[in-house]
């Protein structure tokens, strides 16, 4: 009997499993390639088709390919089934505001919008960094808050504590009001990724709940029950759902994360379910993780994959909050306490929870931070002593540069990218 030699024995031993290996690769390649134009002409087909899900998988399908089936679509709006036609139109849509997100994230140094609260009027003022003036775009006599921008529409809005929800597009001398519940303080204003639709908070009963507006509603509607509270909402990035907090008990206990769908509005589903109070969602660009701060005790950085709700939620950091994600989702910006009550830090965390760092420390608190479009700036809010002022800083920590210095502070700051 002819004895073989171990070491060939592990090589032949080895060897049996080539032939799987590249089986598996082979899968994994088929699998990654992009579909070819039959296959997309295919997908085109279904978005006529009688079952509900199999349009909703060929829309998700032809979304992800992107440019690549827009001729294929563009025949699609000429089609004699109107779902086709919606679904074509719907997607072409989509791919021009792609598009233009991607021209305005390329601008360098965009203009900064921001508020002052001096008494009796709240003014919005807009700097440029270029010029490194500041001028006033407009004041409201009362109280405002949670400026927000839309570069995609072109329009400002905020909350008027008088009016409710106030609009202006860029060059529009006049501001347009949308007519809703009683709104008390600050609680959550976010905007589709489309620009064409917000979800708001407002009181009914003493209790905060969603509401939904878009350009077609005269008024905003409520999506949510009375018989909880939800606040805090941020939408999904292909614009389908909104996640938010949803206080069962109106205290301290059964505050988890939901998220539902808006137009029409669908059943909440429960995304956590510790109970322990949670604020601040914030969906990933990409879509495939929602950043949230826990706030009870020391309160932490939690991460929440979208993907496998099965998953329980990490925790990144502790004593973390205002969580804002870099324009690629790699990176999270977040507050930390630090020494003091009045002090914190401004940091960035990578994804995975592995690098943490300090990018603005000091005394002072530091506030809202929030991510230029091309992921080189930060932009917050930083106290020291009683007023807030508007400070901008590279993510590496370098040029740290104070905006604003106003008496009375400033407040909501954001990016105004516009072509």
Partial sequence: MVRIPRRIQLVLR????????????????ARQA??????????????GAA???????????????????EALLTEATSSSDTETRLRANRLLQSLERTRKRDRLSRIPDPPILFLSPAAPSHAIHRYDPETRQTSILHSVVGVIWELQWCGL?????????????RIRRLGDPELRTVPTPPVRGPRGLAWSP?????????EVDDRPRLFYWSDALREAVGITPETQAHYDPTWSPDGRQVAFVRND????????????????????V??????????EPAWSPDGRWIAFAWVKDAGGLGLLSTEDPKVPPRRLAPGASSPAWSPDSTRIAYVRAATGDSDCELRIIDREGKKDRVLVGGPGLKETPSWSPDGKKLLFLRTDGNASQVYVVNADGEALTRITLLPDGATSPVWAPQE
């Fill in 249 to 268: 008990a109106m205290s301290g206990k059964d505050v988890d994360l939901y998220r539902m769908t808006v137009s029409p509005a669908g059943t909440p």
């Fill in 153 to 165: 529409t072109g329009r400002l809005s905020f909350y008027d504590q008088q009016a409710g929800l």
């Fill in 194 to 202: 489309s620009g064409n639709a917000a979800v708001l908070v407002c």
């Fill in 14 to 29: 080895r060897a049996r499993w080539i032939p799987i290996v590249v089986l598996l690769g082979a899968c994994v390649e």
């Fill in 270 to 279: 429960r995304l956590t379910s510790d109970g322990e109070p949670k604020a």
């Fill in 51 to 69: 079952d509900a899900a199999a349009r909703d998988r060929a829309e998700e399908e032809l979304g992800r390919a992107g440019g690549r089936a």
């Fill in 34 to 47: 992009p579909p070819d134009d039959a296959a997309l002409r295919a997908w085109v087909r279904q978005l």
